[in-house]
């Protein structure tokens, strides 16, 4: 569980009050001694010592006198006191000599400052880089606490969070709030705002930004985790959402950094604001990437850069698939038999949708693709084809426009032409050997193009028209039968294990660039092996793009701004969106 720590003493722990006026800062002179960070823990070593804190760490190590310097100096130098230290170490002295190699050392890793007096001067002193400047700007600033419920719990929460850190706000009613909504603005006109909500257990503090944008997440969030209790939760519940929002607006307005931000989470999605997301049972607060319609509204260029490589990719679905503020279900392995196909299914209303593949984080992409694909044609946007980037999108679709175009494209090619592809081998061995299906697979080539469509049939019986088992379209003959045999191997693993689908998703090469992007690829590593054989089709991936645009004639086009909910949060993310043959909007 990740509780973030209001400013100052937590709003669970400061003292009651009903103010309807907060105190301004404190003193804010600085001492001529620096002082360690309030934060800083320290190891002795052998000969030497171990300094760590929020913003920097250091080891420094030659002498075994360093841990009983340390001890006698220590004290003075958390406190401050420049009486005691002169007592301990006299200026002119050897050891006072030691002590200021001592704090230049620790100044250049930051870990000592001259840090300011006042309501929150430990937070300050940990957190910023220049805290006087911080304490300054925090002494200056004047926050309005918006609600429709002034007198209410979470509106007494933020209060009291703001009082602790020695910031002076007032209250406004607002009666176009909701009662259990609290929004945190900067007195006299500023932009910088935060909104924080609560209601039967659940909560969220948003991102900061202006007020119309915090306030069109904040009702975008209470409709994504809607409650049927009116209760806001328990008594510390709310004290740790309010003392979260105060702390939000008061990083930003001090120029500290976002709590968000600190941590290293590797689920956020760098680049894009993250919400709070907190539940009282079992008590969880965490941040989540978050790009509400405030935002993109606000701005339609906000978006990220199309990802550059697969892990990057599936860390922003991981982001839209969020179980508690995504907009998708997530492709997930679940319970499935990862063997001989690696299997990602995600649930939709439309029908299960099931992607297997060569690996399972290609299987999860594709899953995610199809689901949102799904997704918006049940919204009646129209047909479109979705990916990581137009390059990803745009081979997708012209796969499915050529298999669909050219069903039975010239004459069958012989054998020969695939069968030492060791991926197709390899994959024509796992449906009728180890699946045991019988099945036939057949090549034809598209003109005097260099593009083939694979096609597998069940049966063995060469005039029989058995159904359709798997077909894929690709630049050689092995790799278009590589990727139908593997899905048709999906398709019949996936019956073998009675599973209910919906939608299968045909396994291809539109993603291999992505694959491959940031693949270590051994020497040794053919087209027998799986990061080998990608990075062999992410070569002719461009080549095929432009002979299948040529063969089908397809055209298409990005969504405009006009376009869905959906299709704007995929685009914030760095996805393509892509219409053909003139549908969506």
Known sequence: MTTPPAPGTLPANARAGGDTTGEAAGDTTEPVLPRLRPDVAVTPLRAGLHLRGRRGSVTLEGSTALPALWRLLEEPLRTGDATELDRRAAPGTPVRKA????????????????????????WVAATARRPADTAAALAAARVEVASGAPGGPLAQAVSRALSDAGVAWSHAAD?????????????????????????????????????????????????????????????????????????????????????????DDPRLVPGLPAVLVA??????????????????DADRRARLEPARALAEVLGRVSALTDERVGVLP???????????????????????????????????????????????????AGRASVGADPAHALGRALREAA???????????????????????????????????PARLTVRRFADEEAYLAVVRGGTDPAAHGPVLGDAVEATPGDAA??????????????????????????????????????????????????????????????LQTVLRRLTG??????GDAAPALVARLRAFGFSVLYGRGEGR
């Open 99 to 122: 002590l200021d190699t001592l704090v230049e050392r620790l100044r250049a890793h930051d870990l000592v400052v001259s840090a300011p007096t006042g309501r929150a001067a430990d």
């Open 175 to 263: 009666l176009a709030l909701p009662e259990d909504v609290v929004l945190l603005r900067e007195a006299g006109g500023g932009r910088r705002a935060v909104a924080v909500g609560v209601r039967g257990g659940r909560g969220y503090v948003t991102a900061p930004g202006s007020p119309e944008q915090v306030s069109s997440d904040a009702a975008a969030l209470a409709a994504h985790r809607p409650s049927e209790s009116t209760e806001a939760g328990p008594a510390a519940f709310v004290a740790l959402l309010g003392g979260s929002a105060a702390q939000r607006l008061l990083c930003t307005v001090g120029g500290l950094p976002d709590p968000a931000s600190e941590g």
């Open 279 to 296: 539940d009282a049972r079992p008590l969880r607060a965490d941040y989540r990437s978050w790009l509400g319609p405030g935002l993109i």
């Open 330 to 380: 997530g492709p997930a392995p679940g319970a499935l038999r990862q063997s001989p196909v690696p299997f990602a299914s995600c649930e939709l209303p439309e029908g299960a949708v099931l992607a297997g593949a060569a690996r399972l984080d290609l299987a999860r992409l594709e899953a995610f693709c199809r689901a949102a694909e799904l997704r918006l044609a049940g919204s009646g």
């Open 403 to 437: 298999a669909e175009a050219f069903p039975a494209a010239g004459a069958v090619l012989p054998e020969a032409h695939w069968r030492e592809h060791p991926q197709a081998s390899h994959w024509w061995t796992a449906l009728t050997g180890r699946l045991g299906t």
């Open 482 to 543: 590589a990727f139908a045999a593997l899905s048709a191997a999906a398709a019949a693993d996936s019956a073998a294990q009675g599973l209910v689908v919906g939608h299968l998703c045909r396994a291809n090469g539109a993603a291999a660039a992505l694959a491959a992007a940031d693949a270590r690829t051994a020497p040794w590593e053919d087209r027998g092996w799986t990061n080998g054989w990608l990075a062999d089709v992410a070569l002719r991936e461009a080549a």
């Open 554 to 559: 397809l055209r298409v086009r990005e969504s």
